[in-house]
């Protein structure tokens, strides 16, 4: 259905890439921490099960390290053909492995904007996305962002004093990051590999403005194991309120 309103998005015009080439070296697995299971499925399908189930979404484009692309084409070929996943071998930076996924779209005129989606957060919301796929319709960069939740001291663990930082205005970011191609694409070109924590950084690097769109905390990022046991419980609560 076309919608008369120009800050949604056409239906199909964004491309979701999402890295999954880290080593995940903190959840102190032996494989891909992507591989570890919520719910009976692995992590990355659940980050790429939300992106899809959005009508605005209309290629899926996974980012994997050539160490494990082999298990992807075995072990989740079945998965991987219930989404419609493009798989693209990464690189050894996360910067590395968005800009392969930029590589793999090119050519293609019918994405608009690109949105890039940590494998690791399994549980973002589809009104988060809709709210970051509008806005960043209409200004060209958006971002998912919570507000800083606690105190914020600035310090050297064990040993000196600590100081506390003013939290007012202070985020975290989240993922999506949703941009215009031309401007990702603008950024990437731009980036010389310099260091940069995420990709709204090499837009705003540019002169940019990248707007932030207040989501759910429940779309945290999986990096400890223990995170796992809040992550279910968060998935409970979803179906719950779902149900």
Do not use: C
Not at 152 to 158: A, F, I, M, S, Y
Not at 190 to 217: F, I, Y
């Amino acid at each position: 259905m076309q919608h008369s309103d120009s800050s949604i998005p056409r239906s199909g015009s964004i491309a979701a890439i999402l890295p999954a080439a880290g080593s995940g070296q903190r959840f102190g697995a032996d494989s891909n921490k992507l591989f570890a299971e919520l719910s009976g499925k692995p992590l990355w399908f659940h980050a790429v099960s939300r992106l899809a189930a959005s009508d605005a979404v209309g290629r899926l484009v996974l980012v994997v390290s050539e160490v494990d692309e082999s298990v992807f084409h075995t072990r989740y070929a079945t998965l991987i053909d219930q989404l419609g996943i493009e798989l693209v071998r990464g690189g050894s930076e996360r910067t590395d492995s968005v800009q392969a996924g930029l590589e793999h779209l090119a050519g293609d005129s019918e994405v608009e904007m690109v949105a890039i989606h940590d494998a690791a957060r399994p549980l973002v919301l589809p009104e988060d996305l809709e709210s970051v796929f509008s806005v960043a319709s209409r200004t060209g960069a958006a971002i998912l962002a919570t507000p800083m939740p606690g105190t914020v001291k600035r310090g050297q663990l064990n040993e000196g004093g600590s100081q506390t930082v003013d939290r007012q205005g202070l985020w975290l970011a989240l993922t999506p990051q949703v941009f215009h191609l031309g401007l990702l694409k603008q950024a990437y070109h731009k980036h010389n590999g310099r260091p940069a924590t995420d990709d709204a950084q090499l837009v705003e690097r540019m002169g940019h403005n990248v707007t932030l769109v207040q989501g759910s905390a429940d779309n945290l990022k999986i990096t400890y194991p223990e995170d796992l046991k809040v992550a279910e419980a968060i998935l409970a609560t979803q179906i719950q309120r779902a149900g």
